[in-house]
């Protein structure tokens, strides 16, 4: 049982470019979650999906779109990355839809875009 | 990892002392609460949680305890161990919300 697994681990981009950042859950998990954590900022969420099939928008989610492809995994695509968006993401998920109760987090993945 | 370090609350601590860990959360409304402990370079762990229904509640080794008059939540971790050190974020929730808010965090530094 893997819990949260994401990837890649570092990324470097320049500015313009695209990826996706990719996140699987293995515990059967009904939500999941992105956010971001700067210096000083505590984690913003990005983008969230209370179950399989649905997304919404977070605190922050301009720049970033999000694809739910199926229950297990949740990606996150910068179009066009800007030096703005360095910073460590981090996916989540959690048991039950429509509630934020114990929340599982990825190792993160360390994002500088130059 | 280290980057999450700066400019953050710092609590300095001997090992074997008892820490305080504290939190002003935002919504008077938030009924819901959890502690998380995040190590460097890792993803933020679950510690302990607490209902608004609730004033205290005691885990293995840590405590929290919350005052809804004044929108304050503690941590307090007993004989704290060079283990211990971390950031601490505390978050909130409304019932039935999919999403929680965080704080901003405090780093625990234990001494041995």
């Known amino acids: 049982n893997a819990g949260v697994t994401q990837t890649p681990k570092f990324q470097v981009l320049k500015t313009g470019q695209s990826m996706t950042l990719q996140c699987a859950q293995d515990?059967?998990?009904?939500?999941m979650y992105w956010y971001r954590q700067d210096p000083g900022m505590g984690l913003r969420l990005i983008y969230y999906?209370?179950?399989?099939?649905?997304?919404d928008k977070g605190e922050v989610p301009n720049g970033y779109n999000v694809s739910r492809l199926n229950k297990r995994e949740f990606s996150l695509r910068l179009e066009s990355a800007a030096p703005s968006q360095t910073s460590v993401y981090f996916c989540a998920s959690s048991l039950r839809q429509g509630l934020a109760y114990e929340q599982y987090f990825g190792p993160g993945t360390r994002l500088t875009v130059t | 990892g280290e980057s999450v370090g700066l400019h953050l609350p710092t609590l300095s601590v001997q090992e074997g002392d008892n820490s305080i860990i504290n939190c002003a959360y935002s919504?008077?409304?938030?009924?819901?609460f959890i502690w998380y402990k995040q190590e460097s370079g890792k993803g933020p762990q679950f510690i302990i949680d607490i209902r608004s229904n609730m004033d205290k509640r005691q885990g293995q080794r840590v405590t929290v305890l919350l005052n809804k008059t004044v929108k304050h939540l503690s941590l307090q971790i007993a004989a704290t161990q060079p283990g211990d050190s971390a950031v601490y974020f505390c978050a909130e929730t409304l019932s039935g919300y999919s999403t929680l808010t965080f704080g901003k965090g405090t780093m625990l530094l234990v001494s041995p």
């Open positions: 515990m059967n998990h009904n939500s």
């Open positions: 919504n008077s409304a938030s009924d819901y």
């Open positions: 999906s209370a179950s399989e099939g649905t997304t």
